[in-house]
């Protein structure tokens, strides 16, 4: 009994090193809660010593500013609230833009890399070396200064059958207005698609059943294409294009792609491109060579080889560095404010701030949501990364 007890006594002792990590992790939380309740306390203190008010109730005032490009309306009378949802829309559609461009541009780099051809291989290195060792904000200049607003003004823009225009105010481009036969023609396409998808599993199921192997996409472009065209005739169009017209010193009508946007765009998707090419091409070299080899021996040619056996293998190191440069282009967004893109810094952390002098607000805010979109990206990439994992079993 008297040993027992020593135990006992001896596992609660600080001698104990479970004991101590305990202790430790205890004090530390209590030390980052004091310091959080302090900074608190002492910014509440400030704020009430100085007259300003805190808290949300800004968002419901006019925000009394135009924005040059929103994807949704907004007029000069609208509120604040409305200003953050066109600055977090343009935030994400030029950074949707970077990733889709970036990964197309890196993924071709990354190949013509391994290339067997010499020009081919130098000229992607050279590529790779000079634009990812140049700062992107320098790029973002240099897109935006020395090339968009060097170009022709509207009445000498660069057209393209009378109906894309390029000058230095930007890329007009005809813009989609529904029409009264969109409802018919959405349906006819998802029916059209169901139908496919249903032929495609009954014809995988024959074949798996009788060996006899039988075509699906004649049948499937078929339906995909004549349903809406059937929609079309007897619900009139799904959709009117709105060309854009030059009328005094600027275009009207259509859509416009701004300088702001496209400098941004080019100067992002290079600079990444570059880092993406890098790991394209590491990860391909990461595949056992033995992978090439047996597909040679069995005769497949090499884009088969590539798309069928190389480029699965290489994803599960692809992946998790590739969502590090997804990230990195959401981040760098945020330079959009040193050529006026109108984003979540430039419009909510620059000019409603500048306005309200709400600064804790409007940085939290900020800070919130790129974290959230930061942390949505690392999220689906996860989840497709465990899908393409390899399991043991």
Known sequence: MFHRRS????SLSFSNPAVRAWLFQILAILAVVAVAIYL??????????????????????????????????????????????????????????CIVFASFIGFFLGLARLSD????????????????NIPPLLQIFFWYFAVLRNLPGPRQAA????????????????????????LAFVLSAAIAIALSVGLFRFNKMHQMKTGQLRRTWPTALGLIVLLPLIAHWLFGAALH??????????????MVLIPELAALTLALSVYTSAFIAEI?????????????????????????TLRQVIIPQALRVIIPPLTSQYLNIVKNSSLAAAIG????????????????????????????????????????????????ALIER
């Open 7 to 10: 135990n006992v006594k001896g």
């Open 159 to 182: 057209s393209a059958l009378e109906m894309v225009f390029l000058s230095n105010r930007g890329l007009y481009i005809p813009s989609p207005q529904f029409g009264e036969g969109v």
């Open 40 to 97: 608190i306390h002492n910014t509440i203190n400030n704020l009430s010593s100085r007259g300003i008010t805190s808290g949300f109730a800004f968002l419901d005032r006019s925000a009394g500013f135009g924005i040059v490009q929103h994807l949704i309306d907004y007029q000069q009378g609208d509120t604040y609230g409305r200003v953050f949802l066109v600055g977090l829309l343009n935030t994400l559609l030029v950074s949707a833009l």
């Open 241 to 254: 294009w709105d060309i854009p017209q030059l009328h005094g010193f600027n275009f009207r009508g259509g």
């Open 341 to 388: 893109y109108p984003d979540m810094v430039s419009l909510f952390a620059g000019t409603v701030l500048n306005q309200t002098g709400q600064a804790i607000e409007t940085i939290a805010i900020t800070m919130s949501v790129y974290l959230i979109i930061s942390l949505s990206i690392s999220l689906l990439m996860n989840i497709y990364n465990r899908r393409i």
């Open 117 to 132: 051809n010499w020009l081919l291989r130098k000229l992607s290195t050279i590529y790779i070396e000079t634009f990812r």
């Open 280 to 304: 394209i091409r590491a990860g391909i070299q990461a595949v056992p060579h033995g992978q090439h080899e047996a597909a040679r021996s069995l005769g497949l040619p090499n884009t088969v």
